[in-house]
Nanobody
Framework: QVQLVESGGGLVQAGDSLRLSCAASGGTFSNYFMGWFRQAPGKEREFVAGITWGGGGTYYADSVKGRYAISRDNAKRTVFLQMNSLKPEDTAVYYC????????????WGQGTQVTVSS
């Protein structure tokens, strides 16, 4: 079982950049497919980005493609989300998640980190 802790959220202005980190403990990190999700007030949680076990494959929601980049450092047991050209509509709580399989539901979730983008 893996435990996830996100960090790096904050208040920024539109057009700024922010880098989120998610540190994992427990389990074998490289066995987990990792993802980032977000939930804005009054909206359902949505997928943002995903990365395969070795980092060779990445996946993005259309809304963030070209602006966000997901990466991982298996030696440091950490997954990152680089967010550029931030927009007010990117404001949300961002969650890190992990799953053992390549598809299906994510089994493990972090507590979330708030990202607020002002216009």
């Amino acid at each position: 079982q893996v435990q996830l802790v996100e960090s790096g959220g904050g208040l920024v202005q539109a057009g700024d950049s922010l880098r989120l980190s998610c540190a994992a403990s427990g389990g074998t990190f490289s066995n987990y497919f990792m993802g980032w999700f977000r939930q804005a007030p009054g909206k359902e949680r949505e997928f943002v980005a995903g990365i395969t076990w070795g980092g060779g494959g990445t996946y993005y929601a259309d809304s963030v493609k070209g602006r966000y980049a997901i990466s991982r450092d298996n030696a440091k047991r950490t997954v990152f989300l680089q967010m550029n050209s931030l927009k007010p509509e990117d404001t949300a709580v961002y969650y890190c998640a992990a799953r053992l399989a390549g598809t299906g539901p994510y089994q493990y979730w972090g507590q979330g980190t708030q990202v607020t983008v002002s216009s």
